[in-house]
């Protein structure tokens, strides 16, 4: 029975690419919280990894060998508008306090799904050698 990375690793891998993208968003974000007309933007991350399940793994599609997407739009990752809860007068749409906690909050996932991510690998290890 060949084994399959993508299947021993299950979703975890693609968690990690979200998060790590949600983060660079979210760093945007906080570094624009004093630009003008700045439109903070998030990813849903529920609707892109349910969309994975159910679809199958975040695959790169190309429609021409010669294009070149970023990689969230690439991945499926849309980043969406944030609905402002107040804008400023400037136009800006950054909370700095809401940012700051989405921020520490994707941070500690993005741990958790690394050390789900290590703890799968040192089980592969470990049944790979037999002990």
């Known amino acids: 029975m060949p084994l399959s990375i993508d299947r021993a690793i299950g979703i975890h891998g693609d968690a990690l690419?979200?998060?790590?993208?949600r983060?660079?968003?979210l760093a945007s974000n906080i570094a624009?919280?004093?630009?003008?007309n700045y439109k903070a933007r998030d990813l849903d991350f529920r609707q892109?990894?349910?969309?994975?399940?159910?679809?199958?793994?975040?695959?790169l599609?190309?429609?021409h060998a010669a294009h070149m997407r970023d990689g969230a739009e690439g991945l499926g990752?849309?980043?969406?508008y944030r609905v402002p809860t107040q804008p400023a007068l400037d136009g800006n749409t950054v909370d700095p306090q809401l940012e700051q906690a989405a921020?520490?909050?994707?941070t500690v996932q993005y741990q958790a799904s690394l050390d789900f991510l290590g703890r799968k690998f040192t089980s592969l290890r470990t049944a790979l050698k037999g002990e």
Not at 77 to 80: G, H, I, R, T, W
Not at 103 to 106: D, G, L, R, Y
Request: hydrophobic share 35%; glycine share 2%.
């Open 17 to 21: 690419q979200v998060r790590s993208k």
């Open 23 to 25: 983060l660079e968003l």
């Open 32 to 36: 624009n919280a004093d630009t003008p």
């Open 48 to 59: 892109i990894l349910s969309r994975t399940q159910r679809d199958g793994a975040l695959n």
């Open 61 to 63: 599609r190309l429609t």
């Open 77 to 80: 990752m849309e980043p969406l």
């Open 103 to 106: 921020f520490a909050e994707n």
